[in-house]
């Protein structure tokens, strides 16, 4: 089973970027998906992008949707997630998860998560 650990989190001003990166070891990266999640203060767990095994493909919450641009080096076993013209409500902790299922994530490997904090 891969493992994953996320970094690249921290506080940005409103509008500004950030890339997270989701770093996988101990299984064939080309043989998961990824997905990245992610949980702000009181609210549930949230999808934000998958892409598939090859890069091939990948899909958006509506509301990252043209901000957030989700992608993979499968040769360097890692994933990114960069995240452009953020906004207050992008706060929360980032989770990358890796799973044999590009729609369910559920029984997949994820990580500790990485706290993203947008200020205004």
């Known amino acids: 089973q891969v493992q994953v650990v996320e970094s690249g989190g921290g506080l940005v001003q409103a509008g500004g970027s950030l890339r997270l990166s989701c770093a996988a070891s101990?299984?064939?990266?080309?043989?998961?998906?990824l997905g990245w999640f992610r949980q702000a203060p009181g609210k549930g767990r949230e999808f934000v992008a998958a892409?598939?095994?090859?890069?091939?493909?990948?899909r958006y919450a509506n509301s990252v949707k043209g901000r957030f641009t989700i992608s993979r080096d499968n040769a360097k076993s890692m994933a990114y997630l960069q995240m452009n013209s953020l906004k207050l409500e992008d706060t929360a902790v980032y989770y990358c998860?890796?799973?044999?299922?590009?729609?369910?994530?559920?029984?997949?490997?994820w990580g500790q998560g990485t706290q993203v904090t947008v200020s205004s």
């Open positions: 101990g299984g064939t990266f080309s043989s998961y998906a």
């Open positions: 892409i598939t095994f090859s890069g091939g493909s990948t």
């Open positions: 998860a890796a799973s044999r299922s590009y729609s369910d994530y559920r029984s997949g490997s």
